[in-house]
């Protein structure tokens, strides 16, 4: 049974059949989910259940009309029967070519004002469903001006940039060139031109692939999955970030088919996962946006979890984003998570003993137990060494004031694979003359410490 307070009501049924159907309760349905609600149905089940109900898929499939088709109008078909892919792929150099100026390509997605904050949003939720890891090895493909691929080599990928374009990957090696990532540890990017046909890369040589914005100029979509599958490596992701459903009868993807001989494909995700499929892919995704400004008082409703207008607003809200923007990922199978990633590192330690080498030397030998409590493999070696997990230690006076946070280091003996629990002992110097505390936790190198992550680490006191 439900707790009391979290028990769906008959207030609840109407506002689930209101924001999914868009009408009030019949009696008999009324009836139906009341009895369910008795016997512990939640709200979101009672949702979901409305989802999966033929009256919603008849009306959903009614609601979503095709757009409306002015008189002259280009269909993405009459493009792609006219020219052939390489000629949609000379197109692209043509227009790279012709470019005065690259730095509106080049500063994206702070070129303008108007796009910043969507391609932001859909960049954010790109980057977060693709689940990287430092030093993964990612496609940028239809890397244009590379841009997102000077991003990923700033947060610690190695991109390989790809287009059909010479020269956008001309203006990309300027990119890298004037404006390298900043600090240490950061990759040397590859430059890959491919004929629109067959990537020039390996089987399974990619951790991860990305697609901002260039999937719906692809004329032959299915060939370009395919190729996708060969090239990624098992559990691996790729990350879409596209137009909408009606993208090729919007106003200026109508100019670009008819003045600059551009594809301007809709996206449609059964399609496409039908392709993918056929890949190898075995499961698709979808990031739903959402920005709906609110006021405080409906934030606080949300925050007391107050079912109202709120939640039916940010319903349209989504509903109505969906139509113009589509983050998806396309999964290989089943994610492998390893160290170069904050995602699935927990662990928990046991202290077995502690023991000072000897009455006048300072080190402790301290005897642990520590076990892999998260999803992720553990690496004790990476080139460069960026994910490696290692035990650390801080150090604190007997005041419990910081001396030093990096005190001291110590190797794994070997990969640690969820559910492994490992023996260590471990030497940590200490300052003569003082009584001390010392923490010890584990670190993944360049990524995090495990306690920043919600795992506990050990305390222990020391003269």
């Known amino acids: 049974m439900a707790a009391e307070d979290d028990r769906t009501t008959a207030d609840d049924i109407a506002l689930a059949y209101r924001l999914v159907l868009n009408r009030e309760p019949d009696p008999g349905g009324l009836r139906h989910y009341t009895a369910l609600a008795s016997e512990g149905l939640s709200f979101r089940a009672l949702v979901d259940a409305l989802l ?3 009256e919603y898929r008849e009306r959903t499939a009614s609601d979503d009309p095709a757009p409306i088709v002015r008189e002259g109008s280009i269909e993405p078909g009459a493009i792609l029967a006219r020219f052939t892919v390489e000629e949609f792929a000379e197109t692209a150099d043509a227009y790279y070519r012709s470019v005065t100026d690259p730095t509106p390509l080049m500063v994206r997605p702070f070129a303008y004002l108007h796009e910043a904050p969507v391609m932001l949003q ?6 977060a469903g693709l689940q990287l890891g430092k030093t993964m090895r990612v496609l940028d493909f239809g890397a244009g001006a590379c841009w997102l691929s000077r991003s990923l080599a700033q947060l610690g990928c190695e991109p390989v940039c790809c287009d059909v374009s010479a020269a956008a990957l001309q203006i990309g090696r300027r990119l890298f060139a004037e404006h390298p990532p900043i600090g240490p540890n950061t990759a040397t990017p590859a430059f890959v031109q491919f004929d629109g046909r067959r990537l020039p890369l390996d089987a399974e040589s990619v951790d991860r692939i990305v697609c901002f914005d260039a999937f719906h ?7 370009i999955l395919a190729e996708f599958g060969r090239v990624l490596r098992p559990g691996g992701i790729a990350g879409f970030s596209e137009p909408g459903r009606h993208h090729s009868q919007s106003p200026q993807a109508q100019s670009e088919m008819r003045d600059r001989r551009v594809l301007e494909n809709d996206i449609d995700l059964h399609a496409i996962f039908t392709a993918a ?4 892919f075995t499961n698709i ?7 709906l400004e609110i006021s405080l008082a ?3 409703a949300m925050v007391a979890k107050r079912r109202g207008q709120v939640e039916l607003a940010l319903w349209r809200n989504a509903c109505d984003a969906i139509t113009d923007r589509t983050v998806f990922f396309l999964h290989k199978g089943q994610a492998h998570r390893d160290s170069r990633s904050h995602v699935g590192l927990a662990h928990t330690m046991e202290l077995r003993s502690v023991e000072k080498r000897s009455a006048r030397d300072a080190a402790l030998t301290i005897n642990l137990v520590v076990t892999n409590t998260g999803d992720a493999t553990w690496l004790r070696a990476n080139a460069p060494p960026v994910g490696v997990v290692r035990v650390g230690t801080h150090l604190y006076d007997r005041h419990d004031a910081l001396i030093a946070w990096d005190h001291s280091r110590h190797e794994l003996p070997r990969d640690v694979q969820p559910g492994e629990s490992i023996a260590l002992a471990i030497e940590v110097p200490l300052p003569a003359g ?4 010392v923490g010890i936790d584990l670190v993944a190198e360049g990524v995090m410490w495990f306690e920043h992550a919600g795992s506990t680490p050990l305390r222990l006191g020391a003269r």
Request: charged share 20%; aromatic share 6%; hydrophobic share 35%.
């Open 52 to 54: 999966r109900s033929t």
């Open 122 to 127: 859909s960049l954010g939720m790109l980057l």
């Open 217 to 223: 100029h692809v004329p032959n979509p299915a060939d």
């Open 277 to 280: 499929h056929g890949a190898g």
């Open 285 to 291: 995704s979808v990031r739903v946006p959402n920005d």
């Open 298 to 300: 409906e934030y606080d």
């Open 434 to 437: 003082d009584a001390f505390v």
